[in-house]
């Protein structure tokens, strides 16, 4: 079964506007919740990171999250893109304490 | 410092070839990851080690040998591949159970 759920492949935004990328995760006791970003041909960099506690967690480069258990979301948010931040995007979840389990990932394209 | 080193960054073999990939962190992490990325699509998991020992084998074919010679580093040892096996492998580390950081990955083309 699917564990984590990012339903757009591919967004494109405007230089300045603000962004939400979305993922949703299967049911687990503790999440433990990551946005990861890949530029082509590069490893992935660390966004940010949820284990517990406050629920709006900051990262890096302006990106915020906000862990919502209700909907199982933890969807990833910047107030203004900038064009450097056009890469795909992952989602991903701890699964059995070892095995790290990533979404389909979204491509952000950014318009000048 | 948070790095993860892998060499070579490219690679190019045969068939037929015998190649390492290798994969070096500083970090005292005790959990080390290969994973595999295909075009377009999220990485998948292969192999994990934790305190220099295999613990998880997602039913990796047998051309792919992975071996932890000690806690800062992570070889993956390559043999006889098929051309589909062309794709960027990754190597991540983390503390267990904690949040993975990965190098930069190495772009395997078999020919």
């Known amino acids: 079964a699917q564990s984590v759920t990012q339903p757009d492949i591919h967004i494109t935004v405007s230089e300045g506007a603000s962004l939400e990328l979305r993922c949703n995760y299967s049911y687990g006791a503790t999440p433990y919740l990551f946005w990861y970003v890949q530029s082509p041909g590069q490893g992935l960099q660390l966004l940010l990171k949820?284990?517990?506690?406050?629920?709006l967690v900051q990262g890096i480069k302006g990106f915020e999250a906000e862990f919502k258990r209700s909907q199982s979301s933890f969807n990833l948010r910047k107030p203004s893109v900038h064009w450097s931040d056009a890469a795909e995007y992952f989602c991903a979840k701890i699964q059995g304490a070892q095995k790290l389990v990533f979404g389909q990932g979204t491509r952000l394209t950014i318009n000048p | 410092d948070t790095e993860v080193t892998q060499t070579p960054k490219h690679l190019v073999m045969g068939m037929t070839n015998k190649k390492s990939l290798k994969c070096e962190q500083h970090?005292?992490?005790?959990?080390m990851y290969w994973y595999k990325q295909k075009a377009k699509k999220p990485p998948e998991l292969m192999f994990v080690y934790s305190y220099e020992k295999l613990s998880i084998n997602e039913s990796v074919p047998s051309r792919f040998s992975p071996e932890c010679p000690n806690s800062s580093l992570l070889n993956l040892h390559l043999h006889a591949l098929q051309p589909e096996d062309s794709a960027l492998y990754l190597c991540?580390?983390?503390?267990?159970?904690?949040?993975?950081?990965f190098g930069q990955g190495t772009r395997l083309t078999v020919v």
């Open positions: 949820y284990f517990s506690g406050d629920t």
């Open positions: 970090m005292g992490h005790r959990a």
């Open positions: 991540a580390s983390s503390l267990v159970g904690a949040e993975a950081f």
